[in-house]
């Protein structure tokens, strides 16, 4: 949950500018996390149920938001590039260029499902951007799954919000297990890739 502070901006923006304040607050949770669309999805479909809002504007809005959000993270990937990426991953420890390799075998057979689903995951929704503007996947491909996927994500949020009304923080909730889960899955998967990695580096060193 966001702060009370960063909350009632994100409240104001929107009786100030109406859907548009609601694409724009959109657009900046892609690039800043303390503003997640868990909260600022069912805040808007809120005051499109007290008719501060309308339902299609916002739709349309919080979906623009989404693009233009995740079109800066596919600009930021797409100017680190390969082989910057690749020097930056070799400074890491335990991270190795073959690993980068791996992961773009990777995304050119499932980029596609992954941009796509990726908009419906908490923490990858943005993330997913930058390796798919490092892999230069074509820009129409791009914007057409970032869009339907975000619409998707966007309008279950926006209507949870419309329907539950003043009880709209209850959606925050939900999805507060569903991200925990998410991020426990991924913590233990690196811890996994740390101890494998540690394991596999020392072997080599008794046999060395």
Sequence with gaps: MIGTSAQQWVDT???????PGAGIATALENL???????????????????????????LLWTTAGSVVGALALYGLGAWLGR??????VSKVPLVKASD????????????????????????FRSLISVPAGIERMPL?????LTTL???????????????????????????????????????LALVA??????VKSRREKQRG
């Design 13 to 19: 923006l929107m009786d100030t500018l109406g859907a």
């Design 32 to 58: 800043f996390p303390p503003l997640p669309s868990e909260v600022i999805l069912p805040l808007a479909g809120f005051a499109v149920s007290t008719g501060r809002m309308n339902l299609i504007a916002a």
């Design 83 to 88: 082989e910057r990426t690749i020097s930056l």
């Design 100 to 123: 980068v390799e791996k992961t773009e075998e990777w995304f050119n057979r499932h980029g596609m499902k992954a941009v796509f689903f990726g908009r419906m995951i908490p923490v």
């Design 140 to 144: 129409p491909v791009f914007l057409c």
């Design 149 to 187: 996927g975000s619409a998707i994500w966007n309008t279950a949020f926006i209507m949870a919000g419309y329907a539950l009304g003043e009880n709209w923080e209850k959606v925050s909730g939900y999805v507060s297990t569903y991200s925990k889960f998410v991020v426990g899955f991924v913590l």
């Design 193 to 198: 890739f740390v101890v494998r990695r540690v």
